[in-house]
Nanobody, 125 residues
Framework: QVQLVESGGGSVQAGGSLQLSCVAS????????MGWFRQVPGKEREGVAR????????TYADSVKGRFSASQDTAKNTLYLQMNSLKPEDSATYYC??????????????????WGQGTEVIVSS
């Protein structure tokens, strides 16, 4: 059973940077989909970045392309999200997620069966 714990959220001024971490406990299979999502109250959870475990490929939402970068440290079972040039509209609770079954890697939240508890990011103007 995989468990995910996010950290690294906080308050930052617009234009600043934060790095989120997602530490996974349990066995992560290679070639599985992991993602970063975010949610603000009253809105649906939206995908930010997704990766294949053990790989270098990453895909980003249009709203964060060129500013956010996802990476992995497989030895530490950790997924990172480097967020640069932050904007107030990036304020949200950020979640990482893991899809245990093999299959497509999309931003469909229903595809993911394991979620972290979230870490809050506040960007002030």
């Amino acid at each position: 059973q995989v468990q995910l714990v996010e950290s690294g959220g906080g308050s930052v001024q617009a234009g600043g940077s934060l790095q989120l971490s997602c530490v996974a406990s349990g066995d992560l299979n290679r070639g599985r989909c992991m993602g970063w999502f975010r949610q603000v109250p009253g809105k649906e959870r939206e995908g930010v970045a997704r990766v294949w475990t053990g790989g270098r490929w990453a895909t980003y939402a249009d709203s964060v392309k060129g500013r956010f970068s996802a990476s992995q440290d497989t030895a530490k079972n950790t997924l990172y999200l480097q967020m640069n040039s932050l904007k107030p509209e990036d304020s949200a609770t950020y979640y990482c997620a893991y899809r245990a079954p093999a299959g497509a890697c999309t931003f469909d939240t229903s595809d993911f069966d394991t979620w972290g508890q979230g870490t809050e990011v506040i960007v002030s103007s």
